[in-house]
């Protein structure tokens, strides 16, 4: 494939991004999914986020069999992207409890990849951190308001 296909794919993944649906269930999943265990999980994806849920990691797990599969390469995708890290470090924790409840295909392609990246899984490690903090932050501020 060529660079320019190359690109081409890694730019119309980007547009795929900005659909409404997707920017909504992307900002679902990053700012209120935050699963501690299996039963977070199941919940999130009993409820009436669970297309959020699965549009999100399925998106992701796409884009990374794109990867897996050498459409784009694994510089290139590295080099212009970083969300399928921070979605593969909320559900990496209970990935093994994840996949033996919904079967063993799930994100399969996303942990490929993660561990196809040069120090992907410090990266996901130091991605789940940066995000607790995060969190407790933005919780602070609002107890904080709230006072």
């Not at 690109?7 to 900002?27: F, I, P, Q, S, W």
């Not at 410090?122 to 903090?133: G, L, P, S």
Request: proline share 3%.
């Amino acid at each position: 494939m060529s660079k320019q296909e190359e690109a081409g794919l890694v730019l119309k993944l980007y547009e795929l991004r900005r659909e409404d649906t997707m920017r909504k269930a992307r900002d679902w999943y990053f700012r209120d999914f935050n699963p501690q265990s299996l039963a977070d999980f199941t919940s999130a994806m009993m409820s009436e986020q669970s297309g959020y849920l699965r549009m999100v990691v399925s998106y992701w797990d796409m884009a990374a069999g794109l990867v897996n599969n050498g459409a784009i390469s694994l510089q290139l995708f590295n080099e212009t992207n970083g969300e399928h890290l921070a979605t593969f470090a909320k559900i990496e924790p209970l990935l093994g409890e994840i996949r033996a409840t919904i079967g063993p295909q799930f994100a399969a392609n996303l942990e490929k990849l993660i561990d196809a990246t040069p120090d992907g899984r410090k990266r996901v490690a130091d991605t789940r951190e940066r995000m607790k903090t995060i969190r407790a932050q933005f919780a602070a501020r609002q107890a904080k308001a709230a006072s």
